[in-house]
């Protein structure tokens, strides 16, 4: 069965270091994700990204925030200059939402990112 | 308005009984209402999605019933397993008009115990 996936599954970083997030979204899959889920809370939205360019960013989506799908299967979010209160796990997902097609947005295994 | 709100927080359920979480929407732009459960350290699991022209959708034991008028969703568990011990979130999203991302707004989870 078609997953999303993430590397690295844990990545530790100094506060003010610059840390790529990788995803491999289900292949057939239009829309792309990232979201956050400080631990104990709610998954956040972060960004979404479809045809090569993001379609809609949430507030926490800050200038220090970029994606980018380098190739036809990679999908990254960059964080340039890492503060503490950017701890969490990062999720991607993928949706194959195209018209006709289905909604469902799938997650993957998420990356904890600990900034010191 | 971009807000869903999940009750309760925690649920404890003896083994064979019946889970049922709450959640509520204010944006009637929203036209996609997912659950999904989750699992200690790893990502959300899709679990099961209704669209708001049906009232209910069965998939094996779990349930979502959809109550339009008052904006309002809610996951029946029948016949709960200590396996299913997990926390859920109900989710909510809209693929409706250019501007609509399909971006899930969470709830803020139910964390559900199931006792043997």
């Known amino acids: 069965e078609p997953e999303v996936t993430q590397t690295p599954s844990h990545q530790v970083t100094q506060m003010g270091q610059e840390v790529i997030l990788r995803c491999v979204p289900i292949s057939n899959h239009l829309y792309f994700y990232w979201y956050r889920q400080i631990l104990g809370q709610k998954v956040e939205f972060l960004v979404s990204?479809?045809?090569?360019?993001?379609?809609?960013k949430s507030e926490i989506f800050d200038d220090q925030f970029s994606v980018e799908r380098p190739d036809g299967s990679n999908f990254t979010l960059k964080i340039r200059s890492t503060k503490l209160e950017d701890s969490a796990m990062y999720f991607c997902a993928s949706s194959e939402a195209e018209a006709g097609g289905t909604y469902e947005q799938y997650f993957g295994p998420g990356t904890r990112l600990t900034v010191t | 308005q971009q807000q869903v709100k999940q009750s309760p927080q925690s649920l404890i359920v003896q083994k064979g009984g019946i889970s049922i979480i709450n959640c509520a929407y204010e944006n009637t732009a929203f036209d996609y209402f997912p659950w999904y459960q989750q699992f200690p350290g790893k990502g959300p699991a899709l679990l099961i999605a209704?669209?708001?022209?049906?009232s209910e959708k069965k998939e094996g034991r779990f349930t979502i019933s959809f109550n339009k008028s008052a904006k309002q969703f809610s996951l029946h568990i029948m016949d709960s397993q200590p396996g299913d011990s997990a926390t859920y979130f109900c989710?909510?999203?809209?693929?409706?008009?250019?501007?609509?991302?399909?971006?899930?707004?969470f709830g803020q989870g139910t964390t559900l115990q199931v006792k043997p």
């Open positions: 990204f479809y045809n090569n360019e993001i379609s809609e």
């Open positions: 209704i669209r708001p022209d049906v």
């Open positions: 989710a909510a999203g809209s693929f409706r008009g250019k501007s609509n991302t399909g971006k899930l707004i």
